[in-house]
Each structure stands twice: as C-alpha cells, then as structure tokens.
C-alpha cells in the first residue's frame, strides 16, 4: 500500500514544513497535520508503514535490504503488478547495482550523477 500522495497533499505538507520550520519527516509524522490537508484513512496506514522502514534503517544499512522492506509492503510501488514487465526489468539493474552498497553510498552515487546531469544541461544551454 503506497501513500500516493496527490500534488496538492504534497505541497501542503512542504509548506506547513516550512511555515514551521521542520524537517518535512517530522511534518509526515505529525498524524494532526495529515489530518489537516484530507490524507485519508488508508494513506495513513500507509504513510506509518513507509516511515517504520525510514525508522528502522540507517544511511550505512545496506541498500538491498531497504529495498527488501520496502518490497514487501502490501501494494508496494516496486513490484510488478504497479510497475509493469519493462520497468520492473529498470528497477530489477538497480537493486543489482546497488545491492552490495549501502543507502549512503547509493545515494552519493545517484547524486554524482545528478550534478552530472545539471552541470551538462547548463553547458548545453549556454
């Protein structure tokens, strides 16, 4: 079960994070402040799903292991029935390029190639 949050939910809860000048992890914590913008009953349920897996790793846990986690949530956006043959195939080559890393080590990977990315745009429309 996923949160999908729709684009009006998610602005919300950014700006009620920056109004009050917190995190926007504790801002999706806060059950008073879901209430606040319409989250249903359902995205609830799901939202405290995704952040026990927040909760229970660390940027050194190893990234296959959330992915695990995450995986095996009811409903969840990683398996194929809510991805589809292609896109499974896509997410199937990052679990096993990331598998033997941890989440930090992942991530300062994906954001190397972000910059990459940013900084070749930038040459490109100059």
Request: net charge negative; aromatic share 8%; hydrophobic share 40%.
């Amino acid at each position: 079960m996923a949160p999908n949050f729709d684009y009006w939910q998610i602005r919300h809860l950014k700006e009620i994070a920056q109004k009050n000048e917190k995190p926007l992890i504790d801002t999706i914590m806060d059950s008073s402040t879901l209430k606040q913008i319409g989250i249903s009953q359902e995205q609830v349920e799901a939202v405290q799903q995704h952040l026990e897996i927040i909760q229970k790793f660390d940027p050194e846990s190893r990234f296959a292991e959330v992915w695990q986690a995450i995986s095996d949530l009811q409903d969840s956006s990683l398996t194929i029935e809510a991805t589809g043959q292609q896109q499974q195939e896509e997410l199937e080559e990052v679990l096993d390029e990331f598998r033997d890393v941890s989440v930090a080590q992942a991530l300062d990977h994906i954001n190397s190639h972000i910059a990459f990315l940013e900084e070749r745009r930038t040459y490109l429309v100059n």
